[in-house]
């Protein structure tokens, strides 16, 4: 399993989806989302180089011998707090919604994670992954299906990953986030920019408008375009920065009746960047929900 795991994505494109699909469900694990190593692959790929006189910290798998070859559970210190991943040499997978099975506590959903904390190399060594045979049997069968495109039939939209930035590239609307048989309901899944509009905190017009922009490409991939009714629409309703950034993404039109691409447009992903850091106090307020909704649907199950 840990060489499939590893096998290049750029030849073997339904291996980002498999990556997914294996560790969800895991034993605490509820919902992880899966990047690529390289900008060519994943336009949102881990950083990595140089860190003035040292280099950045990655989650690529030590030069030693382990217990799943290439497969390297781990944590790393990033601005916005500790990310539990797990790393490969093609991949690194996000773990954005877990909780303990030794203690009563809220689980944790989101980018980060501090109630697992692997700060070390014998942390690392010492973790075993124990997969979810439905989640296994699941990504095999993805296995033969190179043209892949999706993870799930329902709720295609709670497959975007969580970001906030790249919005011009294609790889930004990749349906790479997958959740265990406990946790695929909507309510159970960690909110993202995609999916606000849908939450009761989500009455924002710029919420609305990364919704609109994810149907948008998902529906019609590269060739995607935006109106500017919509926009202009979307910006008499709202107030504050946001009415301000959906002024600004107005004046990108060429002219009133020409439609906008969305991908590879820069300035408009450089205005959705910013309109995403606006709307992250309201995602975490949401995520709140999602932990108390994911601990009922486990009191339920187990």
Same mark, same amino acid.
């Given at each position: 399993?840990?060489?499939?795991?590893?096998?290049?994505?750029? @030849?073997?494109?339904?291996?980002? !989806?498999?990556?997914?699909?294996? @560790?969800?469900?895991?034993? %605490?694990?509820?919902?992880? =989302?899966?990047?690529?190593?390289?900008?060519?692959?994943?336009?949102?790929?881990?950083?990595?180089?140089?860190?003035?006189?040292?280099?950045?910290? *990655?989650?690529? #798998?030590? #030069?030693?011998?382990?217990?799943?070859?290439?497969?390297?559970?781990?944590?790393?210190?990033?601005?916005?707090?500790?990310?539990? +991943?797990?790393?490969?040499?093609?991949?690194?997978?996000?773990?954005?919604?877990?909780?303990? +099975?030794?203690?009563?506590?809220?689980? !944790?959903?989101?980018?980060?994670?501090?109630?697992? /904390?692997? $700060?070390?190399?014998?942390?690392?060594?010492?973790? /075993?992954?124990?997969?979810? $045979?439905?989640?296994?049997? =699941?990504?095999?069968?993805?296995?033969? $299906? &190179?043209? *892949?495109?999706?993870?799930?039939? @329902?709720?295609?939209? !709670?497959?975007?990953?969580?970001?906030?930035?790249?919005?011009?590239? &294609?790889?930004?609307?990749?349906?790479?986030?997958?959740?265990? &048989?406990?946790?695929?309901?909507?309510?159970?899944?960690?909110?993202?920019?995609? *999916?606000?509009?849908?939450?009761?905190?989500?009455?924002?017009?710029?919420? *609305?408008?990364? /919704?609109?922009?994810?149907?948008?490409?998902?529906?019609?991939?590269?060739?995607?375009?935006?109106?500017?009714?919509?926009?202009?629409?979307?910006?008499?309703?709202?107030?504050?920065?946001?009415?301000?950034?959906?002024?600004?993404?107005? /004046?990108?039109?060429?002219?009133?009746? =020409?439609? %906008?691409?969305?991908?590879?447009?820069?300035?408009?992903?450089?205005?959705?960047?910013?309109?995403?850091?606006?709307?992250? &106090?309201?995602?975490?307020?949401?995520?709140?929900?999602?932990?108390?909704?994911?601990?009922?649907?486990?009191?339920?199950?187990?």
């Amino acid at each position: 399993m840990c060489k499939l795991l590893n096998q290049d994505w750029e @030849f073997h494109p339904q291996m980002r !989806y498999f990556t997914a699909k294996i @560790f969800s469900g895991a034993i %605490m694990v509820n919902t992880v =989302e899966s990047y690529g190593r390289t900008k060519h692959v994943d336009g949102h790929r881990e950083a990595f180089g140089r860190l003035k006189d040292t280099v950045v910290d *990655t989650s690529l #798998p030590p #030069p030693i011998d382990t217990k799943y070859p290439d497969v390297w559970p781990n944590s790393l210190q990033h601005a916005d707090g500790t990310k539990l +991943l797990i790393g490969t040499q093609v991949s690194n997978v996000l773990i954005t919604s877990s909780m303990r +099975l030794d203690a009563r506590v809220k689980p !944790y959903v989101g980018s980060t994670n501090a109630s697992f /904390r692997l $700060s070390s190399t014998v942390d690392s060594l010492c973790t /075993r992954i124990y997969l979810d $045979s439905v989640c296994l049997e =699941e990504a095999l069968a993805i296995l033969e $299906s &190179p043209n *892949t495109s999706c993870l799930s039939s @329902f709720n295609m939209m !709670y497959q975007l990953q969580q970001i906030r930035s790249k919005f011009a590239t &294609p790889s930004a609307y990749a349906l790479c986030r997958s959740s265990g &048989p406990i946790t695929r309901a909507h309510v159970c899944q960690p909110c993202t920019v995609f *999916t606000l509009a849908d939450n009761n905190r989500g009455n924002n017009p710029g919420a *609305t408008l990364f /919704r609109t922009i994810g149907v948008l490409v998902l529906k019609h991939g590269n060739a995607a375009r935006l109106q500017k009714r919509t926009v202009e629409e979307l910006a008499s309703l709202a107030t504050g920065k946001i009415k301000e950034l959906l002024f600004a993404i107005c /004046r990108l039109f060429p002219s009133a009746d =020409e439609d %906008m691409v969305i991908i590879n447009n820069e300035q408009l992903g450089k205005h959705l960047s910013t309109m995403a850091d606006l709307l992250m &106090p309201s995602i975490a307020i949401a995520n709140d929900t999602v932990a108390l909704q994911v601990s009922r649907t486990f009191d339920f199950a187990v």
